[in-house]
């Protein structure tokens, strides 16, 4: 309406915990081209064992989105190899915050960040929000 200002969204950046593994396996069921492994009790169980790649925006104790970040040391570089936002909560900058915590990452640590864009959305907010001498888009 008129005059009045659009309320801002408020979220958590964080990593992921044990407890979040069935809401992060809800979420990755909204990419359709990951395997079934990602997926079920199989999914659950291999977010559990890998906690320390995964990342998410947290709405109110909701998980809306997530990132799967891979550490290559011997190859110098940080590599975000997912990030996917549940459709209800899209538009609302969570991927964005998750692009920013990759890049404080890669930053801190002092590696290359590198994406793999998996579809044209993950790509275009790859390519618009990070700064292409900060990253790397390769093709997957």
Known sequence: MEGESELEVRFDIRKARAEDADAIVEVLDHVPFLKDRYRGEAGISLVENNLEMIWLADLNGRVASVMIV???????RLEIS????????RRRDFARGLIR????????SEVELVAYAENDISRDLFITNIPMKQMTHQAA
């Open 82 to 89: 997912l990030i996917v936002t549940k459709p209800e909560f």
């Open 70 to 76: 891979q550490r290559k040391h011997e190859f110098g």
């Open 101 to 108: 915590k990759a890049k404080r990452i890669a930053a801190d």
